[in-house]
């Protein structure tokens, strides 16, 4: 039995498919060599083609640009290097006009150094919004108030000269966080979305939910276990400056917003060592947040059986919410790369095939990231390329963010593939050229004509999109779990090696109805092979 909604037995969010757009590099329409929200428009035609049921995408709102747009300076306008409000009407209109739900990203953890909202706050203790964000007084020899570390390298704290007070900052020191806790901030917050929703937006991916809000104590986070390349943000235990118990009594307030608004529902990003938990505990049924993905996928080092098994799992009962998946996305080494075997991954379209399959067959909504239906691997970027502030602090150990998002290479002998008749901001990996959108449509067995297909079959059987899971004993390499619904259910079987393996799961080559590399033997599975069979109620496997 699913999870219910209030609203829906099934919600119609419930095992969707979104397709992630990281605007700057998706398509640029007015030649400066950033993508914008005119070029997204001008593709969606593309996007719906394939069969996805909504777009995400990252943030466009008005920025300095420090962090690409995840500092934001005015949360209800449109920054200029992306376009206007007029811009982001006529993507909404046409994007519904294609059956396509747009998902906008919202990022109420902090906002720019240069958002009024702060500018106001700095000027001391007594003006109106001086509890908008977290200050704190410097210890008595002057340094921060506790040990909290930045995920961008340093502490998490900065001193301001105008103030004379210590801020919070759990990413950049150019994103102070917002205190959350306040309930003047929660309603600029709800009018921000407000904003969006009346504006015609399906929904909000949310950002960092779990740096929410913080411990007001502010105690040291206790230390973790050293290991080799950790940054000093991956060297404490984050007790205090994440998941606090008043994150989910906000999320219930911002629920109940969003009910007010017929059909829209969120999707969370949770990281940290205690994402399954807060995921969990972050989108109760009915009352907090409709769905949330964590980083298990993102950042395993290798696809094995047990990391499919226990991220899914955990999900697997009706009183846990529903889940999200996705392989790759802006922030993390693109699963080509991660997960290939072959050091030709490049041209590897098998590999992406095999990958599609996997991700559009697990129980969940799905995320899939710009470029995974062109099977995309990461992009290399030369030090002095380099656009991503993490990335240039920690150099060489952090270089997943701009490899990851490198241009969409549309056309191979177009200037920069098609992105744009001008130097991107990202230079355009030449490897991406042979998979172009324009040669893999001419090619009937690439990947992308391939992702296709296993997105109609998926949206044929509803086993695959709200059905039950149920994961059968293997040992590894195979992987093998039924999918059932009322009417159906379905075993897919997977080989994540990359040699042949044998099976005691025996598949009669009548019944497959879709696959991958599958060549009819039925207990030896090719290397990273998939095949979906029918089964009979009856005939499942123990």
């Not at 150099?395 to 001008?422: C, H, I, M, V, Y």
Request: proline share 7%; aromatic share 12%; hydrophobic share 35%.
């Amino acid at each position: 039995m699913m999870p219910s909604d209030k609203n829906n037995d099934i919600a119609y969010w419930q095992g969707m498919v979104i397709y992630q757009i990281y605007p700057r590099s998706f398509h640029d329409s007015n030649n400066d060599g950033i993508g914008d929200l005119a070029g997204i428009t001008s593709k969606l035609d593309y996007v719906a083609s394939l069969g996805v049921d909504g777009v995400w995408i990252s943030p466009f709102f008005t920025s300095p640009m420090r962090d690409f747009g995840y500092d934001i300076s005015d949360f209800c306008d449109v920054d200029p290097q992306f376009g206007t409000l007029k811009d982001f009407d006529e993507l909404v209109a046409k994007a519904h006009d294609l059956g396509l739900k747009v998902i906008i990203d919202q990022v109420y953890s902090h906002s720019s150094d240069r958002h009024d909202w702060f500018r106001e706050s700095r000027r001391g203790d007594d003006n109106p919004k001086a509890d908008w964000y977290v200050w704190a007084d410097a210890k008595e020899d002057g340094s921060p108030p506790n040990n909290w570390q930045s995920v961008f390298m340093g502490p998490a704290w900065s001193w301001d000269t105008v103030r004379e007070k210590y801020y919070l900052h759990n990413f950049l020191r150019e994103q102070p966080d917002l205190n959350v806790h306040n309930p003047e901030v929660q309603d600029a917050i709800l009018d921000a979305a407000k904003f969006w929703l009346d504006r015609g937006v399906d929904g909000f991916r949310m950002d960092a939910v779990n740096h929410f809000t913080h411990n007001r104590e502010l105690p040291d986070n206790p230390p973790a276990p050293k290991r080799p390349g950790q940054k000093p943000f991956d060297r404490q235990h984050h007790l205090h400056n994440q998941s606090q118990p008043e994150t989910p009594i906000f999320l219930e307030r911002f629920r109940k917003m969003l009910d007010q608004y017929p059909g829209r529902f969120s999707i969370a990003e949770i990281g940290g060592e205690n994402a399954l938990s807060d995921m969990k505990d972050y989108t109760l049924p009915s009352k907090r947040l409709h769905t949330a993905y964590s980083f298990v996928f993102l950042e395993a080092p290798e696809l094995t059986v047990k990391t499919i098994r226990d991220a899914v799992e955990s999900w697997s009962s009706e009183h846990d919410g529903w889940p999200s998946f996705t392989f790759s996305n802006h922030d993390r080494i693109r699963a080509m790369t991660r997960w290939s075997r072959n050091k030709n991954e490049e041209n590897d379209q098998d590999f992406g095939k095999f990958l599609n399959m996997l991700l559009l067959t697990l129980r969940g909504s799905i995320c899939l990231y710009q470029g995974e239906e062109l099977a995309l691997p990461q992009a290399t970027v030369a030090y002095e390329d380099l656009q991503d502030p993490e990335a240039i602090a920690n150099w060489p150990e952090t270089l997943g963010r701009d490899g990851t998002r490198s241009p969409l290479p549309w056309q191979k002998d177009a200037p920069n593939a098609g992105f744009s008749n001008e130097k991107p901001w990202l230079p355009m990996a030449k490897r991406y050229n042979d998979l172009a959108i324009d040669i893999q449509e001419n090619t009937p067995l690439s990947c992308l004509h391939f992702t296709r297909q296993i997105l109609a079959f998926r949206k044929q059987h509803a086993a695959l999109i709200t059905g039950d899971i149920k994961f059968l004993d293997t040992q590894e390499p195979i992987l093998a779990f039924e999918r059932s619904s009322e009417d159906e259910t379905l075993l897919c079987l997977f080989n994540l090696s990359e040699k042949p393996a044998n099976t005691d799961i025996t598949v009669n080559p009548d019944d497959v109805l879709f696959a991958h590399q599958y060549d009819g033997r039925s207990n030896i599975l090719p290397a990273t092979s998939g095949v979906i069979a029918k089964i009979m109620p009856h005939k499942t496997h123990g």
